[in-house]
């Protein structure tokens, strides 16, 4: 695929991301050599304005995670620009990383995987506070029983281990300690998708509120359709390490382009019983990102595929404004 262009027009830009590649080695032999690359994102770019929300959406093993993570190069992006108001973090050294990460945080997918099970409710949430060396001992306790209040959850919660909570309220633990250091940016790594139906809600409804409450500005990543409907001013659809289609949540869901976002959204069960939904079914399983084919990417599975998209990458166009689509024929 080709290099996706940042959108325009989107005012005051907090985050911007450029040909961002993260490349995985596999090594073979008794040298363990390099004999080939996993290609998990491969030149994905977009802009977030500040206060916005921008979805990635896609099917297990398209990348989002990895470019979440790049992004704050808790994993170090192979190549590409991250560039967090104005500036180039992938220049940056160690420490001046670690001063960017007060602004920078992440809430993990797993609530229970993500705590230190050795930990108190209130360690856990001081520990970001303690590390980089925000206030003193009396003022962490004080920002301990804020933030627990913030996300919903009690004062006498500070003493409890996370294996004494519910997973949303676990989950709730994971947001306070993100908001701790008061960022500007927050990675939302499928924050809701280890959770029960009910409670999703719950916290989908806690992140809007913090967002307005906090002037918050989301990365959300999910696999859930309506939950990325629901809470995403845009959304960016990846398929295999590349970013196909980008624009309004509205025009996305109203009018996709491109055949796989077509596909993808088919498969959004219709909550009435009487109406019935055209389902596209994709034939074959998802290509190695070891040896992506030639081409579009998407060309083994789709069903307009023809002869140029084989020999072809696809040109990224805006069909309408704001609406980007990587296809020949959309």
């Known amino acids: 695929m080709s290099v996706v262009e940042p959108v ?32 998990a994102v491969d030149g994905v770019s977009f802009d977030i304005a500040r206060g916005e929300t921008l979805g990635l959406v896609g099917e297990s093993g398209c990348g989002k995670t990895t470019t979440g993570r790049a992004v704050l190069r808790l994993i170090e992006p192979t190549a590409g620009r991250v560039e967090f108001e104005g500036k180039n973090i992938m ?43 925000v206030g003193n001992r009396t003022q962490r306790e004080a920002r301990v029983k804020e933030l627990l209040d913030v996300v919903g959850l009690a004062s006498y919660h500070v003493q409890r281990f996370p294996h004494e909570f519910s997973g ?26 280890a959770l029960d139906v009910s409670i999703q809600s719950q916290i989908l409804n806690l992140l809007e509120d913090l ?14 359709l309506n939950v990325i409907r629901h809470i995403s001013d ?27 976002t077509e596909a993808l959204f088919s498969a959004i069960p219709v909550p009435n019983p009487e109406l019935k939904r055209s389902r596209i079914v994709l034939q074959g399983d998802l290509p190695s990102p070891v040896h992506p084919p030639s081409g579009c990417r998407f060309h083994t599975r789709c069903p307009i595929a023809q002869d140029r998209c084989r020999r072809e990458v696809p040109v990224w166009k805006e069909s309408f404004p704001g609406h980007f689509v990587a296809c020949h024929f959309r």
């Open 8 to 39: 325009r027009d989107l005012g005051d830009v907090l985050l911007s991301v450029k040909n961002l590649k993260k490349y995985f080695p596999i090594t073979g032999g008794i040298m363990s050599r390099v004999v080939g690359n996993v290609r």
């Open 91 to 133: 220049e940056f050294s160690p420490k001046a990383m670690r001063a960017v990460r007060r602004q920078m945080q992440i809430i993990f997918q797993d609530p229970f995987g993500s705590l230190n099970p050795r930990m108190s409710v209130g360690q856990i949430i001081q520990e970001p506070l303690v590390i980089h060396g």
């Open 168 to 193: 949303g309220q676990r989950q709730r633990v994971g947001i306070a300690r993100a908001l701790a250091l008061n960022p500007k940016l927050i990675v939302a790594d499928e924050p809701v998708s």
């Open 211 to 224: 967002q307005k409450e906090f002037d918050l500005t989301y990365l959300f990543i999910a696999h859930g």
């Open 234 to 260: 845009r959304v960016g659809v990846m398929y295999l390490g590349v970013m196909v289609e980008l624009g309004s949540a509205a025009e996305i869901y109203q009018k996709p382009l491109h055949p796989y």
